[in-house]
């Protein structure tokens, strides 16, 4: 039997491949936007999962770990889940925010790659009042006690390591 009809070897040959579960299918639907506001990276929570990880290393190094509890977990422990992206200012550590680009663009979380600012994302953005409808308006200002007051309290989160 040819190893690319093993659904072992190749889960797109499975039955039951899900594209839509798929972390490989879903890195190949990446989407191209144009807006460079980064108001996403500012303002919303960023938490990436195990595989973005280990597709940038920079992540271990510079996220700080979000574990599943140890009375959700089948082996009793705590067990490390992904990686929240946020600094203590909230914007997301690899946020360049003197030119609002990423410093890890090239294997930058699948969220990220994902997020369409131009179309859905941006509704969602304006409906949580961090952008202006008005596409020439400036990116709306959180009130003082906005998410990023509660993003230090995430019980799943420990702080990043020194650098």
Known sequence: MPAASNPHQDPHRDPDHDPEECYQC??????ISTCRC??????????VGL???EREPKIKEHGSPLYTPPELTESGE??????LLNGPDLACVFLDQATN????????????RL???DGEGREQLIELG?????ANSSVAQPPSNAVGDTCSKNPRAEPPAAS
């Open 101 to 112: 680009l990423c410093m890890v663009y090239a294997t930058r979380p699948l969220a990220c």
């Open 115 to 117: 997020f369409d600012c």
């Open 51 to 53: 595989e973005d990880a």
């Open 130 to 134: 961090i952008v202006n409808r008005d």
């Open 78 to 83: 705590r067990e490390l889940e992904g990686y």
């Open 26 to 31: 879903l890195l190949e639907q990446e989407v």
């Open 38 to 47: 980064a108001a996403c990276c500012r303002s919303l929570l960023i938490e």
